[in-house]
């Protein structure tokens, strides 16, 4: 199993672009964790999903942040229109059980908005 | 919320013990306390888990008082190599509330 895998590595755009993040998590697992991290604010929870559904977002900041998981294999965390604000890696973690706490992440994204 | 509680940074030097420890006064009952370790451009990676009592594994030790209201990370003889932000986490994925508190920053010197 390659782990979870997260794409682009690397992502710089100009303000007011559309963002697209895509994030596999382990295999056969339906549960995924996004997170931001920047150093004002360290690690962010945004969203949480649990067989497919997005059961928490509370933490996403606004309505220009969405996310999708339309099967266990694939997720997306969409940001449109990007603002400079949103430079921030960005990460996505697999629960390894439900009724633990341990996470597999990926390797994040790091966003650039200029 | 659980909410935990960490010293911002420890220094340390090779070949040392370090303890680094977190405080988490409202621990749920279910909740796990877990712990990640984190380097520069890199997603936080688990080092060690644990509900009650001590657990050890092959590059940690997690030891947990009966209260469960704090926990003990223990790094033994550490290298550069451990030089990373530690982050104590409680709770368990499916409430989906898994918060990342400040972290420990841990700066091992020669």
């Known amino acids: ?114 | 919320l659980a909410k935990t509680t960490q010293p911002i940074s420890m220094d340390s030097y090779e070949g040392q013990e370090v303890n680094i420890t977190c405080s988490h006064n409202n621990i749920a009952t279910n909740d796990y306390i877990t712990w990640y370790q984190q380097f520069p451009s890199q997603g936080p990676r688990f080092i060690i888990q644990g509900y009650k009592t001590k657990v050890t594994n092959e590059v940690a030790s997690l030891f947990i008082p009966a209260d469960r209201k704090s926990s003990t990370l223990s790094l033994p003889r550490v290298s550069l190599s451990d030089t990373a932000v530690y982050y104590c986490l409680v709770g368990v994925a499916n409430t989906g509330k898994l918060i990342f508190g400040q972290g420990t920053t841990l700066q091992v010197k020669p």
């Open chain 1, 1 to 114: 199993d390659a782990g979870v895998i997260q794409s682009p590595r690397h992502e710089v755009t100009e303000m007011g672009q559309e963002v697209t993040l895509r994030c596999k998590p382990i295999s056969g697992h339906n549960s995924l964790f996004w997170y931001r991290q920047t150093m004002m604010r360290g690690l962010e929870l945004l969203i949480y999903f649990n067989n497919n559904v997005p059961i928490d977002d509370s933490g996403m900041p606004e309505d220009r942040f969405s996310a999708k998981m339309p099967n266990a294999s694939f997720s997306t965390l969409k940001i449109q229109p990007s603002e400079p604000r949103d430079s921030a890696v960005y990460f996505c973690a697999s629960p390894l059980r439900g009724d633990t706490g341990e996470l597999f992440f990926g390797e994040g994204s790091r966003l650039t908005v200029l």
